[in-house]
Protein backbone atom coordinates (compact mmCIF):
# COMPACT_ATOMS: atom_id res chain seq x y z
CA UNK A 1 0.00 0.00 0.00
CA UNK A 2 1.16 3.51 -1.00
CA UNK A 3 -0.14 6.23 0.62
CA UNK A 4 0.49 9.65 -0.35
CA UNK A 5 -0.47 13.43 0.53
CA UNK A 6 -2.36 15.36 -1.41
CA UNK A 7 -2.20 19.02 -1.39
CA UNK A 8 -4.72 22.00 -2.78
CA UNK A 9 -3.41 25.60 -2.19
CA UNK A 10 -4.79 29.05 -4.07
CA UNK A 11 -3.51 28.85 -7.33
CA UNK A 12 -5.95 28.93 -10.60
CA UNK A 13 -6.21 25.14 -11.49
CA UNK A 14 -8.58 22.68 -9.61
CA UNK A 15 -9.08 21.25 -12.66
CA UNK A 16 -5.78 19.29 -12.16
CA UNK A 17 -6.73 18.79 -8.27
CA UNK A 18 -10.31 17.13 -9.09
CA UNK A 19 -9.00 15.34 -11.91
CA UNK A 20 -5.85 13.83 -9.64
CA UNK A 21 -8.44 13.02 -7.20
CA UNK A 22 -10.89 11.22 -9.49
CA UNK A 23 -7.53 8.96 -10.86
CA UNK A 24 -6.75 8.10 -7.03
CA UNK A 25 -9.95 7.17 -5.88
CA UNK A 26 -9.69 4.06 -8.59
CA UNK A 27 -6.58 3.20 -7.51
CA UNK A 28 -6.93 0.60 -4.70
CA UNK A 29 -3.33 0.64 -3.51
CA UNK A 30 -2.83 3.58 -2.81
CA UNK A 31 -3.94 5.66 0.46
CA UNK A 32 -4.54 9.84 0.18
CA UNK A 33 -4.75 12.16 2.65
CA UNK A 34 -6.19 15.28 1.40
CA UNK A 35 -5.68 19.03 2.63
CA UNK A 36 -6.74 22.41 0.89
CA UNK A 37 -4.89 25.46 2.01
CA UNK A 38 -8.28 27.94 3.72
CA UNK A 39 -7.46 29.37 0.05
CA UNK A 40 -7.45 26.48 -2.07
CA UNK A 41 -10.46 25.64 -1.03
CA UNK A 42 -12.03 28.99 -1.89
CA UNK A 43 -10.65 28.49 -5.40
CA UNK A 44 -12.19 24.61 -5.71
CA UNK A 45 -15.59 26.43 -4.94
CA UNK A 46 -15.05 28.73 -7.39
CA UNK A 47 -14.14 26.80 -10.21
CA UNK A 48 -14.78 22.94 -9.29
CA UNK A 49 -17.94 23.82 -6.93
CA UNK A 50 -18.63 20.39 -5.60
CA UNK A 51 -17.50 19.56 -2.32
CA UNK A 52 -14.56 17.43 -2.44
CA UNK A 53 -15.65 15.25 0.48
CA UNK A 54 -17.58 13.57 -2.18
CA UNK A 55 -14.58 11.74 -3.14
CA UNK A 56 -14.38 9.83 -0.07
CA UNK A 57 -10.83 10.81 1.78
CA UNK A 58 -9.94 12.18 4.61
CA UNK A 59 -9.64 16.00 4.44
CA UNK A 60 -7.77 17.59 7.05
CA UNK A 61 -8.12 21.10 8.45
CA UNK A 62 -4.81 23.09 6.70
CA UNK A 63 -3.90 24.27 11.03
CA UNK A 64 -4.24 20.59 11.98
CA UNK A 65 -0.91 19.67 12.69
CA UNK A 66 -1.82 16.37 14.71
CA UNK A 67 -2.32 14.87 11.12
CA UNK A 68 0.11 11.73 10.80
CA UNK A 69 1.89 13.15 7.76
CA UNK A 70 2.61 16.22 10.22
CA UNK A 71 5.79 13.79 11.43
CA UNK A 72 8.92 12.58 9.64
CA UNK A 73 7.87 9.40 11.54
CA UNK A 74 4.80 8.66 9.79
CA UNK A 75 4.96 6.55 6.71
CA UNK A 76 4.43 8.84 3.80
CA UNK A 77 5.56 7.72 0.53
CA UNK A 78 5.23 11.16 -0.98
CA UNK A 79 2.93 14.61 -1.83
CA UNK A 80 2.20 16.43 -4.71
CA UNK A 81 0.74 19.89 -4.23
CA UNK A 82 -1.41 19.95 -6.97
CA UNK A 83 -1.92 23.09 -8.22
CA UNK A 84 0.76 25.09 -5.91
CA UNK A 85 1.07 28.38 -5.93
CA UNK A 86 3.61 30.59 -6.06
CA UNK A 87 3.04 32.08 -2.13
CA UNK A 88 2.94 28.32 -0.69
CA UNK A 89 5.99 26.99 -2.81
CA UNK A 90 7.79 30.31 -1.39
CA UNK A 91 6.39 29.44 2.48
CA UNK A 92 7.63 25.81 1.78
CA UNK A 93 11.20 26.76 -0.28
CA UNK A 94 11.82 28.97 3.53
CA UNK A 95 10.93 26.42 5.82
CA UNK A 96 7.48 28.57 7.05
CA UNK A 97 5.40 25.69 8.26
CA UNK A 98 2.75 28.43 8.59
CA UNK A 99 0.13 25.71 7.83
CA UNK A 100 -0.28 21.92 6.88
CA UNK A 101 0.81 21.91 4.01
CA UNK A 102 3.97 23.60 4.79
CA UNK A 103 4.82 21.34 7.61
CA UNK A 104 4.21 18.40 5.58
CA UNK A 105 6.45 19.67 2.80
CA UNK A 106 8.85 20.65 5.60
CA UNK A 107 8.55 16.84 5.86
CA UNK A 108 9.37 15.49 3.26
CA UNK A 109 12.01 17.45 1.98
CA UNK A 110 13.76 16.86 5.54
CA UNK A 111 13.21 13.34 5.24
CA UNK A 112 14.00 13.06 1.39
CA UNK A 113 10.80 11.47 0.29
CA UNK A 114 9.32 12.67 -3.13
CA UNK A 115 7.47 16.43 -3.13
CA UNK A 116 6.09 17.37 -6.19
CA UNK A 117 5.03 21.06 -6.55
CA UNK A 118 2.79 21.74 -9.51
CA UNK A 119 3.30 25.17 -10.49
CA UNK A 120 0.78 27.59 -11.65
CA UNK A 121 1.30 30.99 -11.93
CA UNK A 122 3.18 32.89 -15.52
CA UNK A 123 4.95 35.06 -15.72
CA UNK A 124 7.54 34.05 -12.68
CA UNK A 125 9.39 36.86 -11.42
CA UNK A 126 13.02 36.80 -10.17
CA UNK A 127 11.63 36.68 -6.85
CA UNK A 128 9.57 33.23 -7.70
CA UNK A 129 12.62 31.72 -10.18
CA UNK A 130 14.87 32.06 -6.99
CA UNK A 131 12.42 30.28 -4.95
CA UNK A 132 11.95 27.15 -7.07
CA UNK A 133 15.44 26.76 -7.14
CA UNK A 134 15.89 26.37 -3.74
CA UNK A 135 13.37 24.13 -3.88
CA UNK A 136 14.67 22.02 -6.39
CA UNK A 137 18.18 22.39 -4.86
CA UNK A 138 16.42 21.16 -1.62
CA UNK A 139 15.36 17.55 -3.27
CA UNK A 140 11.67 19.11 -4.67
CA UNK A 141 10.43 18.53 -8.05
CA UNK A 142 9.26 21.32 -9.59
CA UNK A 143 6.87 21.23 -12.34
CA UNK A 144 5.09 24.07 -14.19
CA UNK A 145 1.72 23.27 -15.20
CA UNK A 146 2.69 22.91 -18.80
CA UNK A 147 0.74 20.52 -20.84
CA UNK A 148 2.18 18.66 -23.77
CA UNK A 149 0.99 18.75 -27.57
CA UNK A 150 2.32 15.80 -29.17
CA UNK A 151 -0.17 13.48 -28.29
CA UNK A 152 -2.58 15.62 -30.11
CA UNK A 153 -5.14 16.58 -27.09
CA UNK A 154 -9.01 17.67 -28.92
CA UNK A 155 -10.13 19.11 -24.76
CA UNK A 156 -9.54 20.99 -22.48
CA UNK A 157 -9.77 17.64 -20.09
CA UNK A 158 -6.82 16.18 -22.27
CA UNK A 159 -4.60 19.22 -21.26
CA UNK A 160 -5.29 18.91 -17.72
CA UNK A 161 -4.87 14.62 -17.70
CA UNK A 162 -1.71 15.60 -19.20
CA UNK A 163 -0.24 17.89 -16.74
CA UNK A 164 -1.73 15.23 -13.81
CA UNK A 165 -0.22 12.07 -15.48
CA UNK A 166 3.51 14.05 -15.75
CA UNK A 167 2.95 14.65 -11.87
CA UNK A 168 1.92 11.14 -11.07
CA UNK A 169 5.04 9.96 -12.69
CA UNK A 170 7.40 11.44 -10.64
CA UNK A 171 5.85 9.93 -7.95
CA UNK A 172 6.33 6.64 -9.44
CA UNK A 173 2.37 6.09 -9.67
CA UNK A 174 1.52 3.89 -12.70
CA UNK A 175 -1.15 5.59 -15.27
CA UNK A 176 -2.61 5.62 -18.94
CA UNK A 177 -3.92 9.13 -18.64
CA UNK A 178 -2.60 10.62 -21.69
CA UNK A 179 -1.04 9.04 -24.98
CA UNK A 180 2.61 8.83 -24.47
CA UNK A 181 5.20 9.76 -26.65
CA UNK A 182 6.54 6.69 -28.99
CA UNK A 183 8.63 8.78 -31.71
CA UNK A 184 7.90 9.83 -34.79
CA UNK A 185 8.19 6.27 -36.48
CA UNK A 186 10.72 7.59 -39.18
CA UNK A 187 13.60 9.29 -39.71
CA UNK A 188 12.91 12.83 -39.61
CA UNK A 189 16.72 14.65 -39.16
CA UNK A 190 17.23 18.08 -39.20
Not at 86 to 99: E, F, M
Amino acid sequence: MKRLVLAVTGASGAAYAQRALQFLREQTAIEVDVVFTRTGRVVWNHEVGTDPAEFGYQLWNPGDFTAPFASGSARVDGMLVLPCSVGSAARIAHGLSTDLVGRAADVMLKERRPLVLVIRETPLSLIHLRNLTQLAEAGAVVMPASPGFYHHPKTVQDLVDHVVARAFDRLGINNELFRRWSGLGEDHGD
